[in-house]
Nanobody, 124 residues
Framework: QVQLVESGGGLVQAGGSLRLSCAAS???????MAWFRQAPGKEREFVAV???????AYGDSVKGRLTISRDNAKNTVYLQMNSLKPEDTAVYYC???????????????????WGQGTQVTVSS
């Protein structure tokens, strides 16, 4: 089992930046690690994924503003968030333990391990 701990959330003004981190421990190998987010009253949605070879994919609403990266030596994945908007306000979750043997745009059910989440609030 893998343990995931997110950090870096907070309150920021619109147009500002934050960097989230997700540190993995335990059984850390996963072909993919991802970020999802969940706003109040909404379903958890895909934000970004990074595959073990470093390739990435993003949700349409964050393309060009958010960047996912990973440091395999540190078992850590990052989410650099720039040009933040109030609609980016949500709890951000790190996910690991990808269940498929092929790549798709992932959904919540594709991951077996989740962090506790970190709150990001963007004020207008």
């Amino acid at each position: 089992q893998v343990q995931l701990v997110e950090s870096g959330g907070g309150l920021v003004q619109a147009g500002g930046s934050l960097r989230l981190s997700c540190a993995a421990s335990g059984r850390t190998f996963s072909s993919a690690m991802a970020w999802f987010r969940q706003a109040p009253g909404k379903e958890r949605e895909f934000v970004a994924v990074t595959w073990r070879d470093g390739s990435t994919a993003y949700g349409d609403s964050v393309k060009g503003r958010l960047t996912i990266s990973r440091d395999n030596a540190k078992n850590t994945v990052y989410l650099q968030m720039n040009s933040l908007k109030p609609e980016d306000t949500a709890v951000y979750y790190c996910a690991s333990g990808y269940r498929r043997t092929y790549r798709i745009t992932p959904t919540v059910s594709d991951f077996g391990s989740w962090g506790q989440g970190t709150q990001v609030t963007v004020s207008s």
